[in-house]
């Protein structure tokens, strides 16, 4: 039982709550695109409430009041091509009996074990019908702050977008015009299933005449437009190209036969629109471009119905707000707002895939040039295989003395600070073209550990050759291994200094403790000797070396000789042929380190709400074109479309009090 | 206002800066000026060490004399292995060393070893740390295989390192007067002090038919047998020198030594060499110009290339910093 406050039937002015019983409710799912809900009036009357999408409405309603009808679709297109989204109202009259005979099949439906969807869908099937129409609504629904910045940022930096919604072409064309994927430049090619030839072949009515007759006319759209595209290309500064499709045609586009044909040509546009997709074809959607383009595919989405395709792609990211949890708990990245979009990739995506190139070359170069230089003891030994390292050495290199530093540069390194990186999107082409781990930067590493090898064995071994300590004495194998292991541990965290982009305090800690930490090794392993130690052990090696001047001679020498070709070549790439980033980084050296004050922008002065609204209304877009994607703007001014009726609503106190708190959280556009 | 505040502090704490990726961090960018700059303050550290280091080296004398081809007499140079394994033919053999450079004491008597890998897996693995300290009392002597027992009965100190002791010994007589050679004190302290043990005595040692090398005296203890000392701690490289003593007395210019030394060790089996070594020592040891030289190559290589990045950057200036470079900014960039 539920009360609805009304307005009083005898008495003007007043109000008073009527009762109504509801018997049944017919959820909404995507697939019906409506639902319903029978109740009965206090006077027994029982009537059938229908609420959905425009098509589905039509389809099922009763005949006689097609004057309504007419004037209701004028109305709906004039919604949508104002951008606004659509839903339609109908009701039923329902006869006792009629009633409780379908309630029975409902009961059963509701009930049953198995197929409960399908056969949920089947009884609603029998109801709503001969509906009889009362009108239509809409509503603005408002895009999120940042969108189309984040869209333009993105775009630039190389990312392809395409939307795929469940609304309208004229809706989606809307939100594409409102978020810069499309504008009045671009060549449109629109491949619609609301033509009057299609129109007229459904109204005949035979199933496979329709889908014979659309699966043709999508073949010749498509070829159409494959043929044309071309053209477009020859010239660098002509029109970008955009393609828009809605979700009936896509189910024949996407066939094995048309689908080569939709991808080369959605391809070569620089932006899609998917309009009327159903989740499933959307999932469809992300495959065909992830398998049969083989990029590199993300979605986002908010709603339970953009899981299948945050699954299907590449990468999943959820968007975490008001129409649930379902996306966030099926994607693999969940952010609160579509703008955070474009600090993931460009600024943390960015970052981690510079830091993950360093990570794994550090490694594979510090390995090398410690193993290489036991390599090269091997052509000393008679090729018997006698190691040049204390096992321990060997052991803990990789755990305690090397390991750290590298840790922390996966963690900290970042080549320009966030706000540049948002400002120059183009620095992501970097990476979508693999151009910091590629073969030849492999092999660079590779030569140049090969270098530090020989550097390391030969100075150390050959300059023992000798005695070293002023009394005459001679080293023997453990003491020259141990400098030469002393020398690698050094060169190679300094090396890693070398290749940080910022360092912070703890890169210091972690490069100078792993150096202090391998003194403190050695001087404890060397200084104690016990019952367990194996054969061979190497007892007070350390204070042997430490106590000729030979050593200290040696380390500075070593390091600076093993890295004197490893700054070279930095100094003459960076000079000669620089990266990108590396530019940028120049040309912003000297800005002011800005991270200790992150709230600058939200120091602003507060605007009155006149003086916001003038704000955002002159910075509407200008053109002249039915399609401005107004309705979709930010938050912050009035309903224009109200406005442009000469309806001007007068802002409620609560809203402008809840405008203004948000102007001053909101960047500045 | 408070909130600000309060969010304003908890903005600069330690953690709020580490998790949100925005610690301090000082971002150094390798300008041109900086390269140039390094290179030069590398060659003016590097040029001097170098030249102190050479400076050092140069002021050793050394005298390097190589006898085991010319000890070996005439008749039995075609088959030297089995001379040398002849225990009935005496060793002795003399040698002349013409000194051409003053050499101030102490002096140090080195034996130099060529072709001689004492640094072969099996040959380094051979030996029994423990044992050495512990003497009989030890058993687990597996690692000395096959130079573990003899007779059944355990040889101390076992391993092939100790059963191919050097055996050839040196008398220095210099205008009929014998050089006194010291051979106390020429093995490292920590090896005298804690890897010998000073109540082993060697027992059962070069007893068996194979004969590697010399034998010990089973009266003094391991501790002070300072030859073994030095010719068990392994050398890194096929060609060693290992100290023999030294000679407390000056050497003039032109003094000729004459070298009465005993040729017992045999390397001829396999190709090696022997040389005899006399040299001075300075603080950096022995005669050795490799690090010299390469602090110096070091040092002028960065000077040289400092001279040549400031010629590349007078004629091929790239204007610094300059966004026209960057690819989306080029005229000529079409995508």
Known sequence: ?669 | MDTDRERHRARETAFYLFTQQSLPACKPVLTPGWVIAIFLFMGVIFIPVGLVTLRASHCVVEIVDRYDIDCVPEPSRMDKVSYIQDDSIPKNCSRFMKVHKYMKAPIYIYYQLDNYYQNHRRYVKSRSDKQLLDGQKYHDTSYCQPVESNNNRPIVPCGLIAWSLFNDTFEFIREGAELKVNRKNIAWKSDRGHKFGKNVYPFNFQNGTLIGGGKLNPEIPLSDQEDLIVWMRTSALPSFRKLYGRIEEDLDVDDVVVVNLMNNYNTYSFGGKKKLVLSTSSWLGGKNDFLGHACVFVGCSSLTLAIIFVLLHVKYRRPYGDMSYLPWNRKSFSG
């Open chain 1, 1 to 669: 039982m539920i009360y609805v406050r009304e307005s009083h039937v005898e008495k003007m002015g007043k109000t008073q709550d009527v009762s109504y019983e509801i018997l049944n409710v017919l959820e909404f799912n995507s697939t019906r695109k409506r639902q319903s809900v029978v109740c009965r009036y206090p006077d027994g009357r029982l009537v059938l409430y229908c609420k959905g999408a425009d098509t589905v409405i039509y389809e099922r309603l009763g005949t006689g009041n097609d004057d309504l009808n007419k004037v209701t679709r004028v109305h709906l297109e004039q919604f949508g091509s104002a951008g606004l989204r659509t839903l339609c109202l109908a009701y039923r009259d329902l006869a006792p009996d009629l009633y409780e005979s379908w309630n029975e099949k409902f009961i059963t439906a509701k009930s049953s074990l198995r197929d409960r969807e399908k056969r949920l869908d089947e009884v609603a099937e029998l109801i709503e019908k001969e509906l009889i129409l009362i009108g239509a609504t809409a509503i603005e629904d408002k895009l999120q702050e940042g969108v189309p910045n984040c869209i333009q940022t993105l775009s630039r930096a190389g990312i392809k977008i395409w939307v795929l919604t469940g609304d309208k072409i004229e809706t989606a064309i809307n939100i594409a015009y409102a978020c810069n994927l499309l504008n009045n430049e671009m060549k449109q090619f629109i491949i619609s299933s609301e033509t009057d030839a299609i129109r007229e072949v459904e109204e005949r009515g035979d199933q496979t005449e329709i889908a014979r007759f659309m699966k043709e006319e999508v073949k010749k759209q498509l070829k159409q437009f494959l043929d044309e595209a071309p053209q477009y290309f020859c010239s660098p500064s002509g029109p970008k190209l955009a393609l828009v499709i809605d979700g009936k045609c896509l189910m024949y586009a996407l066939e094995p036969s048309l689908r080569i044909m939709l991808l080369t040509l959605s391809l070569n546009c620089s932006s899609v629109v998917c309009c009327r997709v159903s989740p499933l074809q959307k999932a469809q959607v992300t495959s065909l471009v992830k398998k049969g383009a083989r990029k590199i595919t993300l979605s986002i989405g908010d709603g339970a119905n953009d899981v299948s395709m945050i699954q299907a792609a590449h990468i999943g990211i959820g968007i975490s707000g008001l129409e649930g949890m379902q996306a966030v708990m099926a994607s693999d990245f969940a952010i609160a707002q579509f703008r955070f979009l474009e600090d993931l990739l460009l600024v943390h995506g960015r970052w981690s895939y510079i830091r993950l190139c360093k990570v794994v070359m550090y490694f594979f170069y510090k390995n090398l040039a410690f193993t290489l230089t036991q390599f090269w003891f091997t052509f000393g030994t008679g090729f018997s295989g006698q190691r040049f390292y204390d096992d321990w050495f060997q052991s803990l290199y990789n755990v305690i003395f090397t390991a750290l530093p590298v840790v922390i540069v996966g963690l900290f390194d970042q080549d320009i600070s966030s706000s540049l990186s948002k400002k120059y999107p183009e620095l992501y082409k970097e990476g979508v073209r693999n151009m910091f781990f590629n073969r030849r930067i492999v092999a660079i590493w590779a030569c140049f550990a090969v270098y530090q090898s020989l550097v390391f064995f030969y100075f150390v071994s050959l300059s023992s050759s000798t005695s070293r300590d002023s009394d005459g004495k001679m080293f023997g194998l453990w003491d020259v291994s141990t400098m030469a292991f002393t020398c690698v541990v050094v060169t190679v965290n300094l090396r890693l200094l070398m290749m940080c982009n910022s360092i912070t305090r703890w890169h210091y800690i972690s490069v100078g403790g792993s150096i202090i930490v391998w003194f403190v090794f050695i001087f404890v392993y060397s200084g104690i000797m016990t019952r367990f130690d194996r054969n061979d052990n190497m007892f007070w090696v350390i204070y042997v070396l430490m106590s000729t001047s030979y050593f200290y001679v040696t380390l500075l020498l070593v390091p600076v000789a093993a890295l004197l070709g490893d700054f070279l070549y930095l100094g003459v790439q960076r000079w000669f042929f620089p990266y990108d980033y590396q530019i940028v980084q120049e040309s912003h050296k000297d800005d002011a380190d800005s991270i200790n004050t992150p709230d600058s922008e939200e120091t602003k002065e507060h605007l009155t709400p006149d003086e916001a609204r003038s704000n955002a209304i002159s910075q509407l877009p200008k053109e002249v074109s039915k399609h401005s994607g107004f309705a979709f703007d930010s938050p912050g001014y009035e309903s224009f479309f109200a406005t442009q009726f000469g309806k001007y609503v007068p802002p409620k106190a609560w809203d402008v009090a809840r405008r203004a708190s948000m102007k001053s959280k909101s960047k500045p556009k």
